[in-house]
DNA sequence: CGCTTTATTGACCCGAATCAAGTAGAGTGG
DNA sequence: CCACTCTACTTGATTCGGGTCAATAAAGCG
């Protein structure tokens, strides 16, 4: 089993063994969570950082109201609080969607490990900058898509992203959210999440039945959901 | 005047003199771009990075029908594409909102000073990373918030951000963007935009005529907003 | 002082929320 | 093995927030 921050990475810009050997080091101590578990909590001031080795989490904020919205979906091999080593206190949660194994790294090895290998922390930085990208392609999906491409958009760039880190084959995947976490990821209520995905359904592109999604017709998709994925920046050269 | 990026960075830790002179030297080559002109455009390879001195800058996405989504609003002491160090290619424009005073830096200088100066390269990734947390925010704001709450976020966080930068005085500032940018940021039609901002203006809270904003009750906008400033990591402290 | 951009207002309509019920599975325990 | 429960999913009826369209007022500004 490859480490899939190895293989985020390794996307992206070529390894040297020694960057290789310090990730796994970086990443030894596992430990594992179940569904609906939380692995960061608002207000929390983490001395680690989690990485995601299997399984699926969520950044969680809530309302004075109660209501939640979920800013992003994380997958194996992203670097879930890989920031909380700069900043001061969690402002929101990071819940398991599903059962999942992290790995923990303390904050002083981290800052050794960056301190001491300048390429290797500039690929953990990169990280952080597609999280970003991610961030902001979601905005602009919440703000001037309709629902139905923006579901779509959604389900492109899981796609690719599980792409990257071996979790598809062919285009076929395993998506394990309820369709209550996709309305608070969508900004929309779950009646009409329902509604919507019935649309998507109804265009034949791609099923999604129980945890199982399957792109009938990718390119068509990729069409309804305006997705360019250069914001993921799959592109492999030195950084 | 002080570069208004140690001001930005000042705020959260403290820099040495060596730290300071580093800032300088990198941020010398000025140059000024009028309201409304390309400071990057999508699909291009910066070789540099740019940091915005005065003014305002916004992050537009464009759709294919032509449909705008700002994802980000820039002020002075902001990196604008500090992370095109690290990206492939940019996926959105970046356009002055009012005339600008940027300085442009080469990423090689970047990466040597980074390189060289481990803690002022944390300190510059931690810029990204707030970033990161704004971009979340917004998120938050577009998805589960009222227009009149996320308009009221809005003005909590411009206040904050632009204070941190010397640009208030008591809770006044300027905010020289119009109501089809601000439609624009909150995902709104400008006619709602209009009417909301009216419904603001009702409460008596804040006062908004041409650019110039005063928060009148700032514990009341707060509320309205549910604006807690701990995303923003204004702490100072080691990083 | 025209010309263009921005701000404002009103009328109308539609997309998505809300409310309310009912269905379907997946566990769980007797 | 079946009743019970809990959660997720689905559907229909109704409401309402916010979009669209259209026209006008008010600033800027060259």
């Known amino acids: 089993m490859i480490n899939p921050l190895v293989m985020f990475l ?3 810009d070529d390894l040297s063994a020694d960057e290789i050997a ?3 080091t970086l990443t030894l101590n596992h430990q594992e969570i179940k569904a609906g578990g939380a692995m ?3 207000g929390d001031r983490p001395h680690s950082s989690i990485l995601i080795l299997e399984g699926f989490a969520a950044r969680a904020h809530y309302l004075a109201d109660g209501k939640r919205m979920i800013s992003a979906l994380h ?3 992203d670097y879930v609080d890989l920031h909380s080593l700069l900043l001061d206190q969690m402002d929101h949660d990071v819940t398991a969607v599903t059962d999942c194994r992290i790995a923990l790294t303390g904050h002083p090895e981290v800052r050794r490990v960056t301190e001491r290998m300048p390429h290797l922390a500039r690929l953990l930085w990169l990280s952080t900058t597609i999280d970003a990208a991610m961030h902001r392609a979601w905005i602009v999906a919440l703000g001037r ?3 139905l491409s923006h579901m779509a958009h959604f389900l492109c760039e899981m796609y690719v992203r599980l792409n990257v880190v071996g979790h598809t084959s062919d285009y076929n995947f395993r998506l394990p959210i309820t369709q209550i976490d996709l309305a608070d990821m969508l900004g929309l ?3 009409h999440v329902n509604r919507t995905l019935q649309d998507l359904r109804a265009t034949g592109y791609v099923t999604w039945a129980g945890a199982s999604v399957s792109i009938k017709d990718w ?3 990729r069409e309804v959901a305006q997705f360019d994925p250069v914001y993921l920046n799959l ?3 030195p950084r």
Do not use: D, F
């Open 10 to 12: 390794a996307r992206r």
């Open 75 to 77: 997958i194996p091999g």
């Open 189 to 191: 209520s779950v009646v």
């Open 219 to 221: 390119n068509a998709l």
């Open 145 to 147: 898509m309709s629902p």
């Open 22 to 24: 310090a990730i796994e």
């Open 235 to 237: 592109q492999k050269h």
């Open 40 to 42: 960061i909590r608002q």
